[in-house]
């Protein structure tokens, strides 16, 4: 079956710096997306990585490794707003989305 | 910029009651989606549309029932809801299919007794 794994909690001090991992077992791949979402909010998006390497965007990096099945978002300089479930979600070989269960990051001051 | 809206915000069913949640999008996107949350899960695709007049069964798409007469518009129907239906309802938009970032509306809160 196809799967997304990455951890359910993490726990990080403001101000440090936090990687957040995902790996992925689908039928083929087209591309990896990572999502942030608030407590009872919207998931809006962050990064979208479909060749191998680290994409950068201001305090938050992603990077993917297709051989490896594997990728992680990269959160730097952390603020309390930064709070927040990160999802990571997989295209698979027939274009359907498949969604990890999302990471809890908790920052404390 | 309203984005995607969803209506309602949250609702309280009987079981065996019907309704239908609205879904609207002003960004002329040409892809839309349902997707239910639920705790310690990832998000689950109900039934998704890639343009006015055409639906498509996602993962879970048991119970519900879906219509887009309009570009604009997404509905999502349930017609005899269940406890097991109690979650939180998302819609999401996406000019191209799913190797496009997608924009969420703010949510459904959905409980059924």
């Known amino acids: 079956g196809q799967n997304i794994d990455q951890p359910t909690e993490m726990t990080a001090t403001e101000g440090a710096i936090v990687q957040i991992n995902c790996t992925y077992q689908?039928?083929?791949?087209?591309?990896l997306f990572w999502y942030q979402q608030h407590a009872g909010e919207a998931p809006t998006f962050l990064s979208y990585?479909?060749l191998d390497g680290l994409e950068e965007k201001g305090r938050f990096s992603s990077f993917l490794s297709r051989s490896k099945g594997y990728s992680y978002l990269l959160l730097k300089e952390l603020q309390m707003k930064d709070s927040a479930s990160y999802l990571c979600a997989a295209v698979d070989s027939n274009y359907q989305l498949i969604w990890g269960a999302g990471t809890k990051l908790i920052i404390k001051p | 910029n309203a984005g995607v809206t969803q209506t309602p915000k949250f609702r309280v069913l009987k079981t065996g009651q019907s309704m239908t949640l609205l879904c609207a999008q002003d960004?002329?996107?040409?892809?839309m989606y349902w997707y239910r949350q639920d705790p310690g899960m990832g998000l689950r695709l109900i039934h998704y549309?890639?343009?006015?007049?055409?639906?498509a069964k996602g993962e879970v798409p048991d119970g519900y029932n879906v219509s887009r007469l309009k570009k604009q518009n997404f509905l999502l129907g349930l017609e005899s809801a269940a406890p097991s239906q109690t979650s939180v309802y998302f819609c999401a938009s996406s000019q191209g299919g799913v190797s496009q970032p997608q924009h969420f509306g703010d949510g459904t809160r959905l409980s059924i007794l």
């Open positions: 549309s890639v343009g006015e007049g055409t639906t």
């Open positions: 689908t039928s083929g791949f087209n591309g």
């Open positions: 960004m002329n996107h040409e892809y």
């Open positions: 990585n479909v």
